[in-house]
């Protein structure tokens, strides 16, 4: 019986807990929606998130447009090119070959690099170090103030509209001369103001998120992608609810809990990223891509003016399956002009080894001390999800030299082998999807 009475009594407690939960949490939600200013940087969130994620999505179309014209246009051209040329030297030198990196189908949510970093060439069996660091010319603007896309939005400005929603918590209530009386009418007075602080970020983190995965299912993003990019933003919400939350609770003037939630934000959005990547320039030095094609143009461009012979044992020392090579004039010749092209690559390996490790260990520190900037490691993570990192970048410019290297392994049998021309072997060259 006494068994059976305490577990009666259990039953009846966990009841009435739960049913005064209840009313306690449909209270909240009644009074967080008559709040106009909740609901004003609410609308304001859902806007702003629609508009990021709608630009992000026009852009990833205009990209995909812009390489679905310029594959057909350089298929095109080629074929035309093809029908002037008579030798295996002028087909290599007058046809343009298209390279690209598609963005992925998460990049309306966060452009990452592509917009100072090439995403596309029109490559040719030249030297490859003048070309694979060519870019358009973009739009000033963005490359001085950044682009506006999700990411950039999500991990910079909605710490600011949090603190604006939680930094008057309490003090808010106190002004109106509610406080006293809520916490002496509610039992558990941290428990209230934690609920009251969880719907507000609770509601900013719907209106966020809710345009980001129409625009997913719109793009095709896998669900997978979705997922992990909700629970990043998820993880990110709560950091700075948790902060707001904390400070809120001070016994101070709000305007003093306000000015210390926007000096946080200052110190871990602007001062840390900013120092942090003046002094990893300092910390890790990387030669400057103007070195890079310095030095190949000036090598190519001296090849004019030295014997054939210093050339071609400097391309033989490297590719000695082609030392039996017999030149068949004593004038222009396109294997000589092809080796000293080759030559000038290879004279700039090892700055652009050093180029390319320096950007990775930079890219590698910065990611550690992001650790200490949650605005910079949100960013980075959705950046990474979307494939518009350095990493992914660089992988581009893999496929690039990959594919060059393919032209080169097509064009040099014909040219070392005096293997006489023949127009229709031309259909036999690789593309650049094929070797993806």
Known sequence: MVGGGTWRTTLVWWEDETMSTYHVLKREIKFTARDRSVWLWLVIVLSLSAISVGFGLVDVERQNTTIEKLMAADQQDRL?????????????????????????N?????????????????IRMLALEGQIYERDVG???????????FAFFTAFIIPLVLIMLLYDLKTSEKTAGRHDLLEATIGRPFAFWLL????????????????????????????????LASLFVFCYTVFWTALCFV????????????????????ATAVILPAGA???????????????????QRETVNDAWDLPKKVTM?????????????????????????YAFQQVGDEKTESLSTAYRSGRLRRAHIATWVSLLAPPSLLERSLQSLANTD??????YEDKVRTYHAALRGFYYPKFFRNEAFDKSLLENLPTFESIQ
């Open 390 to 395: 350095l990493d992914a970048s660089l992988i």
């Open 139 to 149: 739009n000033p603007s963005i490359a001085l103030i950044g682009r506006f896309d």
């Open 106 to 122: 998460f990049a309306y949510a966060a452009m990452g690099l592509r917009d100072v970093i090439p995403w596309k060439h029109r």
């Open 313 to 337: 044992d400097a391309f033989f020392s490297n590719h000695p399956e082609w030392s039996d090579y017999v030149p068949v004039t004593t004038s222009f010749d396109w294997p000589w002009y």
């Open 247 to 266: 400070i809120s609770f001070w016994r101070k003037p709000s305007s003093v809990i306000l000015m210390t939630l926007i000096t946080i934000w200052i």
């Open 277 to 295: 990547r003046f002094a990893i320039d300092r910390l890790v030095p990387v030669p400057p891509g103007a070195d890079i094609l310095m030095l």
């Open 80 to 104: 035309l090119e093809f029908e002037k040329v008579n030798d295996w030297g002028g087909a290599a030198y007058y046809s343009f070959h298209l390279t690209y990196d598609a963005p992925s």
């Open 196 to 227: 009251r602080a969880c719907l507000r970020a609770s509601g900013l983190f719907l209106c966020l998120m809710t345009p980001l995965i129409i625009a997913g299912l719109i793009a095709g993003t896998s669900l997978y992608t979705l997922i």
